[in-house]
């Protein structure tokens, strides 16, 4: 058990920190939530400038104590969040990588590094969310290319992505798992709409994405043709392991601000709010333990960061919710005030347990597949 | 930074936990709470030979010249069989008496629960700890304690008279009863996890039925997030650290104890299930050392440092 970084690890520490210093002051103010094209330029902006440092393929390439160092360090010196590169960077990115043919990695991800291109996910549907085998969307083959018509729904970035990967079924017939296929489509292609859902937080993160007999080449399918689950699930775990480093970081940072503001409005001698600040903080250290965990399990599995994902969102996703509570009872009124970053946080921590896999799907992934205790009917 | 345990560690977690399995199995378990729960001398003597209280003295001393991390590994492995006697605070005056170091000696502690002492009719002597110093007083320098009847059928208390100094915790006696109690919590994990696996109701396993199913998963998670906390506290020594580790590792013990009762069903409320000789435990063990309200002031005078 070592939890002393080597120094090939702190020298990639240093080098970076000097860098987000030099590289950070060059970035523009973060744009309005609510204005998606200065979201999307000010993310890939971003994206250019790690590209341009070497530091673009760090979700691919590195060792995942370096990934772990890279999170931490750019959470600490407030650099934005992967953002509107999201699924290009941690899911469409590593599945073509993994499964695409060679004509396929040359053509999508140099892009994705460069920042060049944004890709939005079409996987879960209005009838498919957490039982996403079951989705309807078709895809009919016609001569060189698919025709697909359905709909997609929780399609974060969809206003401004070029690309969507997107799970279709290519064979009604076959059991549910079985006829499924992915599919890289254009997002301007004809019969694409794009209907943006307004979220209990105000803001319209996600959208509705309506197909209306798009043709998308089959070309533009990413492994075999039914093979589409298989592909999916290579990447699916990426999405459940480190992908809350830096949010691990920005709850510690948050905590300590919780901390000050109860010292100056005088709650912190309320010992039932100060005890549980103190709890909190437990917490947040454990679970930064547990990511540590996590990361040194995957590097015996090559990366792929497994079912320990699931231990570790079930917790952080309600101990989120419990710091914006604390939170809440600590500012009191002033809780209510949305131009307040609290108030729009506490809003977005509800999503936590809902999103990647619900706490109830993740339950049950952590009694199966960890626990060996058997499937429900 | 590799946070798994190396070779060695796994091989001493094997090894303490196959003596403790031949030695402390489930026979010997009802034995000792038959005779209300004093300390089986062969046994200690046993565990005193193998190294159990002198892992952490130097080799020139006779130990094994181990650290924290190895110590937490052996006291989980502990708590996970039950194991009963008061083993941290012998382990803890191994540093000073080579008679506890061998197992030869019994020594309880004055100073870890407050009003109440454990195991003070059987011990040879009690641990009194004044900041990070000890030093060891015969019992009948302890006088008008008297005995009380103990809720865990293996943990016999005494009380002792108002008045007797309350000790800050040492960090290490702190740590090593929180590691007693995560190994307690993944027993009752593997309790519940194997009992929902065999029991069939309307037809299939009760491991089958969602509700069941989701109070094991809990039962996990709470495990190794308090897994994580205690052995990344073994590993930096830090008070605060530790401090969160016990709080952690005390709500997966008393919970897990619990839901693993409620998953054996009406038979979790019987004398004969172990499961009550758990949650008995984990009570007790909340309360020794280091409260989680203690533990939480800490924490928050962390965050407040830190300002």
Same mark, same amino acid.
């Given at each position: 058990?070592?939890?002393?970084?080597?120094?090939?690890?702190?020298?990639?520490?240093?080098?970076?920190?000097?860098?987000?210093?030099?590289?950070?002051?060059?970035?523009?103010?973060?744009?309005?939530?609510?204005?998606?094209?200065?979201?999307?330029?000010?993310?890939?902006?971003?994206?250019?400038?790690?590209?341009?440092?070497?530091?673009?393929?760090?979700?691919?390439?590195?060792?995942?104590?370096?990934?772990?160092?890279?999170?931490?360090?750019?959470?600490?010196?407030?650099?934005?969040?992967?953002?509107?590169?999201?699924?290009?960077?941690?899911?469409?990115?590593?599945?073509?990588?993994?499964?695409?043919?060679?004509?396929?990695?040359?053509?999508?991800?140099?892009?994705?590094?460069?920042?060049?291109?944004?890709?939005?996910?079409?996987?879960?549907?209005?009838?498919?969310?957490?039982?996403?085998?079951?989705?309807?969307?078709?895809?009919?083959?016609?001569?060189?290319?698919?025709?697909?018509?359905?709909?997609?729904?929780?399609?974060?970035?969809?206003?401004?992505?070029?690309?969507?990967?997107?799970?279709?079924?290519?064979?009604?017939?076959?059991?549910?798992?079985?006829?499924?296929?992915?599919?890289?489509?254009?997002?301007?292609?004809?019969?694409?709409?794009?209907?943006?859902?307004?979220?209990?937080?105000? &803001?319209?993160?996600? #959208?509705?994405?309506?197909?209306?007999?798009? @043709?998308?080449? =089959? %070309?533009? /399918?990413?492994?075999?043709?039914?093979?589409?689950?298989?592909?999916?699930?290579?990447?699916?775990?990426?999405?459940?392991?480190?992908?809350?480093?830096?949010?691990?970081?920005?709850?510690?940072?948050?905590?300590?601000?919780?901390?000050?503001?109860?010292?100056?409005?005088?709650?912190?001698?309320?010992?039932?709010?100060?005890?549980?600040?103190?709890?909190?903080?437990?917490?947040?250290?454990?679970?930064?333990?547990?990511?540590?965990?996590?990361?040194?399990?995957?590097?015996?599995?090559?990366?792929?960061?497994?079912?320990?994902?699931?231990?570790?969102?079930?917790?952080?996703s309600h101990a989120r919710q419990e710091l914006y509570e604390a939170a809440a009872q600590i500012l009191g009124p002033d809780a209510f005030d949305l131009d307040r970053q609290w108030a729009a946080d506490r809003l977005s921590s509800? &999503?936590?347990?809902? #999103?990647?896999?619900?706490?109830?799907?993740? @339950?049950?992934? =952590? %009694?199966? /597949?960890?626990?060996?205790?058997?499937?429900?009917? | 930074?590799?946070?798994?345990?190396?070779?060695?560690?796994?091989?001493?977690?094997?090894?303490?936990?196959?003596?403790?399995?031949?030695?402390?199995?489930?026979?010997?378990?009802?034995?000792?709470?038959?005779?209300?729960?004093?300390?089986?001398?062969?046994?200690?003597?046993?565990?005193?030979?193998?190294?159990?209280?002198?892992?952490?003295?130097?080799?020139?001393?006779?130990?094994?010249?181990?650290?924290?991390?190895?110590?937490?590994?052996?006291?989980?492995?502990?708590?996970?069989?039950?194991?009963?006697?008061?083993?941290?605070?012998?382990?803890?005056?191994?540093?000073?008496?080579?008679?506890?170091?061998?197992?030869?000696?019994?020594?309880?502690?004055?100073?870890?629960?407050?009003?109440?002492?454990?195991?003070?009719?059987?011990?040879?002597?009690?641990?009194?700890?004044?900041?990070?110093?000890?030093?060891?007083?015969?019992?009948?320098?302890?006088?008008?304690?008297?005995?009380?009847?103990?809720?865990?059928?293996?943990?016999?208390?005494?009380?002792?008279?108002?008045?007797?100094?309350?000790?800050?915790?040492?960090?290490?006696?702190?740590?090593?009863?929180?590691?007693?109690?995560?190994?307690?919590?993944?027993?009752?994990?593997?309790?519940?996890?194997?009992?929902?696996?065999?029991?069939?109701?309307?037809?299939?396993?009760?491991?089958?039925?969602?509700?069941?199913?989701?109070?094991?998963?809990?039962?996990?998670?709470?495990?190794?997030?308090?897994?994580?906390?205690?052995?990344?506290?073994?590993?930096?020594?830090?008070?605060?650290?530790?401090?969160?580790?016990?709080?952690?590792?005390?709500?997966?013990?008393?919970?897990?104890?619990?839901?693993?009762?409620?998953?054996?069903?009406?038979?979790?409320?019987?004398?004969?299930?172990?499961?009550?000789?758990?949650?008995?435990?984990?009570?007790?063990?909340?309360?020794?050392?280091?409260?989680?309200?203690?533990?939480?002031?800490?924490?928050?005078?962390?965050?407040?440092?830190?300002?």
């Amino acid at each position: 058990m070592d939890l002393t970084y080597t120094e090939e690890e702190e020298a990639f520490r240093a080098r970076l920190r000097e860098w987000l210093d030099l590289s950070l002051p060059k970035l523009s103010a973060r744009p309005d939530p609510l204005d998606w094209p200065g979201r999307r330029a000010y993310d890939t902006t971003w994206q250019r400038m790690l590209y341009d440092a070497g530091y673009a393929d760090v979700h691919w390439d590195a060792s995942p104590t370096q990934r772990l160092i890279f999170l931490e360090e750019t959470e600490r010196a407030g650099a934005p969040y992967v953002g509107a590169n999201f699924v290009g960077l941690l899911h469409a990115g590593p599945t073509i990588a993994a499964e695409g043919t060679a004509e396929q990695r040359e053509r999508w991800l140099p892009p994705v590094l460069r920042g060049d291109e944004i890709w939005c996910q079409g996987f879960s549907e209005p009838d498919a969310g957490s039982d996403l085998a079951s989705l309807r969307t078709k895809a009919v083959r016609d001569g060189d290319s698919y025709v697909v018509t359905g709909s997609k729904i929780w399609t974060s970035h969809a206003e401004v992505a070029d690309w969507c990967e997107l799970l279709v079924r290519t064979d009604p017939d076959a059991p549910r798992h079985r006829g499924i296929s992915w599919l890289a489509m254009r997002m301007d292609a004809p019969g694409v709409t794009v209907r943006p859902l307004r979220t209990l937080a105000g &803001s319209a993160e996600f #959208a509705e994405v309506f197909l209306d007999e798009v @043709r998308v080449p =089959v %070309a533009n /399918r990413v492994g075999e043709e039914n093979d589409g689950w298989r592909v999916t699930m290579v990447t699916l775990s990426f999405e459940r392991g480190t992908a809350f480093v830096g949010e691990v970081v920005a709850c510690r940072r948050t905590l300590g601000e919780l901390a000050a503001a109860a010292r100056a409005n005088g709650t912190w001698d309320d010992r039932v709010l100060r005890r549980g600040l103190g709890r909190l903080n437990a917490e947040f250290s454990a679970l930064w333990r547990l990511i540590q965990w996590n990361v040194s399990e995957s590097q015996k599995t090559g990366g792929v960061p497994g079912v320990g994902g699931s231990v570790f969102k079930l917790r952080y996703s309600h101990a989120r919710q419990e710091l914006y509570e604390a939170a809440a009872q600590i500012l009191g009124p002033d809780a209510f005030d949305l131009d307040r970053q609290w108030a729009a946080d506490r809003l977005s921590s509800l &999503s936590y347990t809902i #999103a990647a896999g619900t706490s109830q799907i993740q @339950r049950n992934i =952590v %009694a199966e /597949r960890i626990l060996g205790l058997p499937k429900g009917r | 930074m590799d946070f798994r345990l190396t070779d060695d560690q796994r091989a001493l977690q094997r090894g303490v936990r196959e003596l403790l399995a031949g030695r402390f199995g489930p026979e010997a378990l009802r034995a000792a709470v038959d005779r209300g729960g004093t300390v089986d001398r062969e046994l200690w003597r046993e565990l005193g030979a193998a190294g159990f209280f002198s892992l952490r003295l130097p080799e020139a001393q006779g130990g094994a010249g181990l650290g924290l991390p190895e110590a937490v590994l052996v006291f989980e492995e502990a708590g996970r069989a039950l194991l009963n006697g008061p083993l941290v605070a012998t382990h803890v005056a191994a540093e000073r008496s080579p008679e506890a170091a061998e197992g030869t000696c019994v020594v309880t502690c004055a100073t870890q629960l407050r009003s109440l002492i454990t195991h003070f009719a059987a011990a040879d002597a009690a641990l009194v700890i004044h900041g990070t110093g000890i030093r060891t007083r015969r019992p009948k320098d302890l006088p008008h304690t008297r005995p009380v009847r103990s809720m865990d059928p293996l943990t016999p208390l005494h009380r002792i008279p108002d008045g007797t100094p309350k000790a800050p915790p040492r960090p290490d006696t702190v740590l090593l009863t929180a590691a007693e109690q995560l190994g307690s919590a993944a027993r009752t994990t593997d309790m519940a996890v194997r009992y929902a696996g065999e029991r069939e109701q309307f037809g299939q396993p009760i491991g089958g039925f969602q509700a069941v199913k989701h109070l094991c998963a809990q039962m996990l998670v709470r495990t190794e997030l308090a897994r994580s906390a205690v052995y990344a506290a073994a590993i930096t020594e830090d008070f605060t650290e530790i401090a969160g580790a016990k709080l952690l590792a005390d709500e997966a013990a008393v919970r897990n104890a619990r839901d693993c009762l409620q998953v054996h069903g009406g038979m979790g409320f019987t004398w004969e299930a172990e499961v009550h000789l758990h949650l008995k435990r984990a009570w007790l063990r909340g309360q020794m050392w280091l409260t989680a309200a203690e533990a939480e002031e800490i924490q928050a005078d962390a965050l407040a440092s830190a300002l």
